[in-house]
């Protein structure tokens, strides 16, 4: 067993500073200098990434090899002092995995009463560098050396009780594991039999492979090794292999990650195609299988041609669900489709079987002239929505009304063949993803206004932890922006600084500009919110007392501002009945959800992301007066 400590810091890097002027790089080689003697004592191979006040990178450090990984901080926040400290506790942003159990035994010891500042209840996931999924490690930040009583306690006995706790807890968790580190070493493969090494107490109920979402049947568990079988219908293709298992002490393994190639080969396809037409192209999809019914795997190179007509528009590569897309043309009314894959050959006719009206052609982005899906398409026989590559085929005549999420609708006589461009909405910019959090009745109007406009905005849900949010919002690479609302007593606009720039600081300080020259000043400060901290894309915090609808308004413009738009555009108009002013009529910004009500005088100001807007009232509200 080998254990790396890793004292934060080093060098030119100090790490914060206490009060009196301690450093924290002396504080963290202290403890690591002192829990190295005590985990050597328990028969331990203890290394350091530092023996002395040297300055090495970040990577240099993470290079060192070890089975549990420690590194040793002492805490700071970039809003001041907390009014009481407290321990925390980091592991790798996984679960499940053994590094919540070496965390959790240490923050038991941590409970300690000769330990005047209590720890976290739990640990808090991280995606610190240092934490590596692929071994076990925490990141201790044991108390605040930025708090006058941590920096006095650590100036005194401190470090040799913050190690002892340490070496506690680490002798805890190996009690659990049986002095090991449980993981799988390696896999081998034997046609359809998988050959699982397990190191470490196993609880052979426990162990667990899955391929893609289906679990693998466990054949045998003998001498650490366990075997699974792939099913012999089990889908073609590259899989993701994923298997773990538990000690009897409840520890679970490190993930053991893998992929896994199946070879099916293609023996049968089925062809649907809509709408088979007289004078109508048809859209056309072909399922592959192989011998066991099973879809083909996706990524298979495609070859199709047709023996009358021209394909319009294929698919190269099978899509998920061994799936393959076209559109083609029968000018004649029939034709022969001939598809082509590695190791298989098929052709399939296709016949118009009906001489009914339709009406067809393929719904664009104006701007980008890429193709839009899920258009709704109103008819004068229904309602139906486009197909994908935008392409839609209706039955009928007449008008067709065009609308979907983030773009105004259009209205044409008639399509045959033509393409359809669709205007975004404030040019597009809000075709993004937009994690929005905040007091409820607040995040519902902005929600519904950014919805409109195209975002997909991400809400999360009552009584969602602060763990569960970090690992919703790190499940795949960030694309979204991150924009947190809160209650406070002082208007400002915050920004993490432990990122680059233009991750946070510079969209907070955009914000609050544009904010300003929209009256509403804010101050720029930066935050410290473990969510906030976690988060890999860009990010902005807005706090205030209250969040009236006329800020609501202001806040919305900048935002679109902030994703590209246009500046905000003025309006104050007036609401009055014989030259007295109305109040609580609500006034509308014409095409757009965006409303807000009048106040004293029946005056209204509206700060509007569209420019020059049309300004509506409800029909007997009051005369309408457009002041500036």
Not at 17 to 42: C, H, I, M, W, Y
Request: aromatic share 8%; charged share 25%; hydrophobic share 40%.
């Amino acid at each position: 067993m080998r254990v790396v400590l890793d004292p934060g810091h080093g060098g030119e890097e100090h790490g914060t500073r206490g009060p009196r002027g301690t450093l924290e790089k002396d504080v963290n080689l202290r403890v690591a200098r002192v829990l190295a003697q005590r985990l050597r004592s328990l028969g331990l191979s203890v290394v350091l990434t530092r023996e002395g006040d040297e300055g090495r990178s970040l990577e240099e450090r993470v290079a060192v090899e070890g089975d549990l990984w420690i590194s040793i901080h002492h805490n700071a926040t970039a809003q001041g002092p907390p009014r009481t400290n407290r321990g925390e506790f980091y592991i790798p942003l996984a679960r499940p995995h053994p590094s919540w159990e070496l965390a959790r035994e240490v923050i038991r010891s941590f409970r300690d009463r000769r330990w005047p500042f209590p720890p976290e209840p739990e640990p808090l996931p991280a995606t610190y560098r240092v934490l590596v999924p692929e071994r076990v490690s925490l990141l201790t930040e044991a108390c605040y050396l930025f708090h006058e009583e941590g920096e006095a306690f650590l100036l005194e006995e401190g470090p040799e009780l913050e190690a002892e706790l340490l070496a506690r807890g680490v002798e805890a968790f190996l009690e659990r594991t049986g002095g090991t580190v449980p993981r799988i070493s390696r896999m081998e493969r034997e046609r359809d039999l998988l050959h699982l090494h397990l190191e470490g107490p196993v609880e052979a109920s426990t162990v667990e492979v899955r391929m893609g979402t289906e679990r693998l049947p466990l054949v045998e568990m003998h001498k650490g090794v366990a075997r699974v079988r792939i099913p012999r219908d089990f889908p073609g293709g590259r899989w993701s292999l994923e298997a773990r298992f538990h000690t009897p002490a409840g520890v679970p393994s490190l993930p053991f990650r893998a992929t896994v190639s199946v070879e099916q080969p293609v023996q049968s396809f089925v062809i649907h195609a809509y709408p088979l037409s007289f004078k109508v192209p048809a859209y056309v999809r072909i399922r592959v299988m192989d011998g066991f019914g099973q879809p083909a795997a996706e990524g298979l190179r495609v070859g199709l041609r047709i023996s009358e007509g021209r394909i319009l528009e294929r698919d190269e590569h099978t899509r998920a669900g061994g799936e393959i897309h076209a559109v083609v043309d029968l000018p004649r009314g029939s034709g022969v489709l001939e598809v082509d894959l590695p190791g298989f050959s098929g052709m399939g006719q296709l016949t118009y079987q009906e001489r009914r009206t339709y009406q067809y052609g393929r719904v664009l982005d104006a701007r980008t002239r890429e193709p839009v899906e899920g258009v709704v398409i109103h008819t004068r026989s229904g309602v139906f929505r486009s197909l994908p590559g935008g392409w839609f085929f209706v039955p009928g005549k007449g008008g067709l009304v065009f609308r979907a999420r983030g773009y105004a609708p259009r209205e044409k006589e008639a399509v045959q063949g033509g393409e359809v461009l669709l205007e975004p909405l404030l040019s597009g910019v809000l075709h993004r993803k937009i994690w929005l959090e905040g007091p409820r009745r607040v995040v519902d109007v902005l929600r519904g206004w950014l919805d409109f406009f195209g975002a997909e905005v991400i809400v999360p849900g009552e009584g969602t932890s602060d763990v569960d949010r970090v690992f919703f919002q790190n499940a795949e690479e960030p694309s979204f922006s991150l924009i947190l609302l809160e209650e406070s007593g002082e208007a400002r606009v915050g920004f993490f600084p432990g990122v680059p720039a233009e991750r946070s600081e510079e969209p907070a300080r955009k914000l609050a500009h544009t904010l300003h020259r929209m009256g509403w000043g804010h101050r720029v400060l930066p935050v410290s919110f473990y969510r906030l901290i976690q988060y890999g894309g860009p990010r902005a915090v807005v706090q205030r007392p209250d969040y009236p609808l006329p800020f609501l308004h202001a806040l919305f413009a900048a935002l679109v501002h902030l994703f590209g738009g246009p500046e905000p555009w003025r309006r104050v108009v007036r609401v009055h009945r014989e030259g007295k002013g109305i109040s609580g009529v609500t006034v509308r910004i014409a095409g757009t959800p965006l409303w807000t009500l009048t106040g004293r005088e029946g005056i209204a100001h509206l700060w509007s992301p569209v420019p020059d807007p049309e300004i509506v009232v409800s029909e007997n509200a009051g005369t309408l007066e457009v002041l500036e």
